[in-house]
Each structure stands twice: as structure tokens, then as C-alpha cells.
């Protein structure tokens, strides 16, 4: 029996959301009948639209999906000026201030405290600069990853960006593929350094060349059913298939479409098309598709660049980003600056984007790690744009725990998770700054932190992996994590190992702390990596590297920030709450 | 180390209590989860689900353990747990 968001997206789901949020915006929150909240909330997120949670009735999260994270400075400035008149809330973020964006692990952007009524003149501004909030969320296509750089980067074999365009038009707004039975996640890498990071994506094009017709073709193998969430993680499988660029919109309409008959409707836990590959094998999937969705011949898979990735690869020869000044095969450079948690005030996303204009960039990328790249600085204007004020909070050269720092949305927004996150890793990355020493020769040591089980900070992937989980302390339950070790990806993927569970949240820079003291003890030389040294331990031995313990490091959101209305805000209580308010944010009577 | 076998997040219905697993010869204290489920559509059953922090458990593979209820059966336990928390609610009192 089709499940119950399957019967809410039979009745209405796509395109035509649209008209149902324009009247809902003209008529105001009340007008959403409190009885179909769940089914509408589920629409909108085809819109790009998640209801916030608990307590924050009435305001929304809005994400906006840029494929590869690509803009033009001109689409920055907008996202900065729409987030500084409409993402303020009822109360400050005591880190950030009362207008941000976040940038994403899916190179998308998010703004919250979004109300209903001011989504037309949100989409009209967007809009009018080429952007758009259309499938950012929902059952269909998402934002397609992959590198901000291609066409510019120095170090690729194909330029991707004229066909994830192709991709990005032919799937976006398209009824053959708009009601899939889940998320469908596409990357596509044409570069050297993996930073597409395909390997936990429903599809990925990765980069490979092959000998076709006595001809050597560079194009992309391609892999289905990676992806983190749930318990069972997974990367995505080799389907032995090579596809020529040309031929890659054939491919992806008939894996989507594979996915969009054969997919499992009736419990959406098992919907991700991973567990498809898991069923069915990864030989079924390509003969099924040969049979069912191609109308040409597919070459079998190519020779691969895996063993060149390097990106969140945990490699001690080379770091795993895109920070620093980098070469463009024009001539020019691209500056990767470091936004702590992805996080950027309003004011700062709009001073970057005339900065950018101001030097004759052309180009604003996002990247998986939460980071932003100019490209197209000329060689003679490096040194203006290295000194300039704005980069001493956007670092291109940040302190290594800094640099590596990754967190999800956490209890200040999102319904799901258990603990405090962003403002959270702040604090943890700049108390690491401050005390522990850096083992010569890291240059940037990966903390991916999540606010529960779902996967949205990548936790698997990390050098180290906090998942959030309570635990209790001086007979108080508090906020705490589990710690995974040595996940990353690059030419031989792997998940991290969960060595201690339910570390109280004031005692992991401690852990962190000890843990690369030891390190820094233990490891053969600088040349062994991290992600190498946990590699060679145990069980056991991960276990025991290093203990938790309380250091000077305060942690302000011990309690339970779940049952907060606003994590930061003066009264934290649901009573407190001024959700949920109307159009000018002035609180709705209650029912009650 | 094994990865937790259930998903723990703000639909849980309780992320920290105390357990214990007990067998021949063995018996180790851990903290657990505990989550009560029904199928999203047409539900048929109650489904208990209980898991102990592997990492503090030397005797038993990483697991969960799950047992399932018929309507009738969850009102019994309910019921049961009604009066048990009644009991230990008026002892504390006195």
C-alpha cells in the first residue's frame, strides 16, 4: 500500500505547489488548515520550504539550490540582501547576529525565520537574478554537487559545469521526474581531486577516460546508490558503465527513471535507491537499464582518477579543500576562504559580493565543505585582495581545526536533531585554536558535527565524527556525543569507526584534545595522516587513544536544547514563544 | 566499532535510560535507547525497540532487540505501566 506522503503527493505535488503558496502568502498563515499542516509542509518542500520546529510555528527554512554551488556575484549579493530583509527572526544568535546565511554540505544556501507571506517577493527577487528555490527539498532531482571551479580549475580532465547546466534545466520543473519515490542526489566530478564527492550520492559521474572506436575519450564512469543516512551507510556502487559526456543527460533521465518505477513507494525508510543496488546488485541495475531506459549500446566502465582524489581524502601530502589561492588554467586564481560552519552574516555575503565584482570575479562558488571561492582574481590584484578587512573573518589560510570544521542546522531550527550544533562548533573550534597544538605538519584536521542520526554534517566522512546523543552527568541529562574516527573519502572511501559513545558536549575538546596529543605521540612520522594512523589500530586501541575530560572549555548549551522555543533565547521556554506570529512577526492568537 | 543499530533523534521516545543485560555467567550495566514505532500507514502492530551502548558491552554482539504488540497487547502494557508508575509516584510521596 502506498504510503501516506505518497497519497498526499498524488493529490497535489510539483509545479503546482507553487500556486498554493502564493495563496497561502496572500491570505496568511491561519489560511493553512492546521489539520493538512503535515501534508502541506510536505509539499513545500518541493519549494524549498521546511517548516521549522517546535515552537517556531509559523517561520520557515528556505533553501535555495545553486548546481555546484556556481553564482555570479550579482545572484550573491541578492541571496545576502534577501537574508538581511527577510531571515531575521524574534531573537539574535548571540554568534551570528539577526541575518545569515548558511551555506551547505549540499552547496546550497539557507535562510531562516522565513514567513509565509513574504515567499512572492523573496521568489521575485531571486528570481530576477536567475535563482530559484524550485526541488531544493522533496522527492525529485536536489541541487546537483560537484566543483564551483570546473571550467576554471587547472587540475581537471573534463569541464563539467556546460553539462550539470544541461542536467540542472532538463530535470528541474520536469514532470517525468518531478515525484521520485525519495530524494534523488546527482553529483558529477570532471576534475583530478574527487570534490564532487560522488561516492555518497544516489548517482555519481566521476571522472575516467576510455578507448572507444580506437579513440580516447575522456568521460565519466558511473556509480548509483551511495549515501549516509539511516544506519547503513553506503558508497555508491560501480555500475561498469562509461558514459561519454554527450550521452550523460540519457543516462541520468534513465537511472532516475529507474528509480522513479522501481522504487519502493511503500515505506520511504527503505525508498533511497542504495538499497535498490543493495537488492538487486549492481549488474541488474545496468542491464535494466541497457534493457529499459537507453536506446544505445553503454560502454563498459573506463580507467578511473581515483588514486589522484584528494578531497576530504584525510591525506597527509595534500589538503582536503579548496582553501587557499589556487591556479586557473587562464592565468588567473581562485581564493578559497574558510566560512566557519558554513555561516555567513548578511551584511558580510553582500560586502563579499562587491568585492568580488569590484576585483572582475565573475565567478562565487560554494563548496561541500561550507567554504566560498572567488574565482578569476588577477595575479597583480592578489595582494589587494589578500588585505583586504572582510578576509580576516574568511580566512584563506584559517588555523587547521578551524578550517576543517563542519556542522549541521542542530536544535536552533531543525525538528530532528538532539543537540545545539553551529554556535556549538564555534566555540569547540576556537577553544581548539587557542590550546592544543597543532602536529606539525597537519594542515587541516576534519570535525564533521551532526545533530543526530540523520547525516546532514556527513559524520561518517570525517577525521572526527560527533553525532549528537544525551548522556547523563552529576544526575543531570545533558547534551553529548558519539565519536566516530578516520572516515574520508578519496581513493579508497571509508566510514568512520564509532569508538565512544555518549561523551558529554563539554568534554569533547578534551577528548579532541588528548586524542591528538596522542597522535602527535604515536604516529610514525608527519608523512602518516590522521585518517591513516586510525587506519592501522584496532578496535580496541581506537578505543583507548585517548579519555574525555573537562578542561577550561564552558559550554553554554548543556541542558536540553530540544525543549527550548530558541536555544539563545532570554526565556527559553515553549511558553516563551512568540510563534506562531503573523506577516509582520507580531504573535497570532492563541486557539486556547 | 559497530555503529548504533537504531536511528536516535528528537522522535525518540527516550535517548538516555539506564540498562542492563543479564545471561549466564555475564551481566553488564549500559546506558539505552528506547523507541516505540508504528508503520507511518495503516499500522497492524507496536513495535518495541531497545538498544544498549555497544561500546560498553564486552558479552553480546552490537544488537537491538525489538518485540512487537497488538493494539490489545500495547494497552495491556500500557495499563501495566500505568499502575507501576502510580505505585512508585505514591512511594515517593509517602
Known sequence: ?592 | MADRVLKVNAFTTFDLLDGAVEGHGFEEGAFATLNVRTAREAPEEVTLELELDNTELESVPPHADRVTLSAAEAERLADELQSAADRVASAEEE
Not at chain 1, 531544493?136 to 573534463?158: K, T
Not at chain 1, 543527460?249 to 543496488?277: P, Q
Open chain 1, 1 to 592: 500500500m502506498p504510503s501516506k506522503v505518497e497519497r498526499w503527493k498524488d493529490e497535489t505535488y510539483g509545479m503546482e505547489i507553487r500556486d498554493h503558496l502564493l495563496r497561502f502568502a496572500e491570505e496568511g498563515w491561519d489560511a493553512i488548515p492546521e489539520d493538512e499542516h503535515d501534508a502541506w509542509f510536505e509539499r513545500f518542500k518541493w519549494w524549498g520550504l521546511y517548516h521549522q520546529r517546535k515552537g517556531q510555528e509559523s517561520y520557515f527554512m528556505m533553501r535555495i539550490g545553486t548546481p555546484m554551488g556556481r553564482m555570479t556575484p550579482e545572484q550573491l549579493r541578492t541571496v545576502g540582501e534577501v537574508a538581511r530583509e527577510y531571515a531575521t527572526g524574534p531573537v539574535e544568535n548571540p554568534e551570528f547576529g539577526d541575518a545569515y546565511a548558511d551555506f551547505t554540505t549540499r552547496q546550497s544556501i539557507q535562510l531562516h525565520w522565513i514567513k509565509v507571506e513574504d515567499i512572492p517577493d523573496i521568489w521575485d527577487e531571486l528570481e530576477s537574478v536567475g535563482l530559484s528555490t524550485i526541488q531544493a527539498c522533496g522527492d525529485s532531482w536536489r541541487n546537483i554537487v560537484g566543483s564551483p571551479v570546473a571550467g576554471r580549475d587547472a587540475d581537471e580532465l573534463i569541464d563539467v559545469w556546460p553539462i550539470v547546466q544541461e542536467l540542472h534545466e532538463t530535470f528541474k520543473g520536469n514532470d517525468l521526474y518531478a515525484n521520485l519515490p525519495r530524494k534523488w542526489k546527482v553529483a558529477m566530478t570532471g576534475d583530478r581531486r574527487g570534490s564532487g564527492q560522488g561516492d555518497i550520492n544516489d548517482l555519481a559521474f566521476e571522472p575516467a577516460t576510455k578507448e572507444l572506436d580506437g579513440e580516447a575519450v575522456a568521460g565519466f564512469n558511473v556509480n548509483v546508490g551511495g549515501g549516509l543516512a539511516r544506519k547503513e551507510p553506503r558508497f555508491a556502487r560501480d555500475i561498469d558503465v562509461f558514459c561519454r559526456p554527450e550521452n550523460a543527460t540519457d543516462v541520468a533521465a534513465g537511472l532516475s527513471a529507474l528509480f522513479r518505477d522501481y522504487g519502493d513507494r511503500e515505506d520511504r525508510f527503505n525508498a533511497r535507491i542504495k538499497f535498490l543496488v543493495d537488492e538487486w546488485g549492481p549488474e541488474k541495475v545496468r542491464s535494466v537499464l541497457q534493457e529499459e531506459y537507453v536506446d544505445y549500446e553503454l560502454p563498459t566502465a573506463g580507467e578511473g582518477l581515483r588514486d589522484e582524489y584528494d578531497y576530504n581524502a584525510g591525506r597527509s601530502d595534500s589538503p582536503g579543500d579548496y582553501i587557499g589561492v589556487h591556479d586557473q588554467h587562464d592565468g588567473r586564481n581562485f581564493l578559497g576562504l574558510y566560512v566557519l560552519v558554513g555561516r555567513m552574516a548578511a551584511a558580510d555575503v553582500i560586502e563579499l559580493a562587491d568585492l568580488a565584482e569590484a576585483y572582475g570575479s565573475e565567478m562565487i562558488g560554494l563548496t561541500q565543505r561550507q567554504n566560498v571561492i572567488v574565482g578569476d582574481v588577477a595575479d597583480e590584484d592578489l595582494d589587494d585582495f589578500l588585505a583586504e578587512d572582510l578576509l580576516d573573518d574568511y580566512s584563506p589560510d584559517p588555523h587547521p581545526f578551524l578550517r576543517g570544521s563542519i556542522a549541521c542546522t542542530g536544535t536552533e531550527y531543525c525538528s530532528l536533531s538532539i543537540v545545539e550544533t553551529k554556535n556549538r562548533m564555534v566555540r569547540y573550534g576556537r577553544w581548539l585554536r587557542d590550546n592544543v597544538p597543532v602536529p606539525e605538519g597537519v594542515q587541516d584536521f576534519h570535525i564533521h558535527l551532526s545533530g543526530c542520526t540523520a547525516s546532514c554534517a556527513q559524520p561518517q566522512i570525517a577525521d572526527i565524527s560527533l553525532r549528537g546523543m544525551k548522556t547523563r552527568k552529576d544526575g543531570d541529562a545533558v547534551e553529548a556525543f558519539d565519536v566516530g574516527l578516520g572516515g574520508g573519502l578519496g581513493e579508497n572511501p571509508q566510514f568512520a569507526d564509532w569508538v565512544k559513545m555518549r561523551v558529554p558536549a563539554d568534554e569533547v575538546p578534551g577528548y579532541i584534545a588528548n586524542l591528538v596529543e596522542t597522535y602527535e605521540a604515536e604516529r610514525a612520522g608527519p608523512e602518516e595522516s590522521f585518517r591513516d594512523f586510525v587506519a592501522g589500530r584496532d578496535e580496541d586501541e581506537l578505543a583507548a587513544l585517548a579519555e574525555a575530560e573537562e578542561t577550561s572549555y564552558e559550554d553554554p548549551y548543556l541542558g536540553n536544547t530540544k525543549l527550548t522555543w530558541y536555544p539563545y533565547a532570554e526565556d527559553t521556554s515553549m511558553d516563551a514563544s512568540p510563534a506562531p506570529t503573523d506577516g509582520q512577526g507580531e504573535p497570532l492568537p492563541s486557539d486556547d
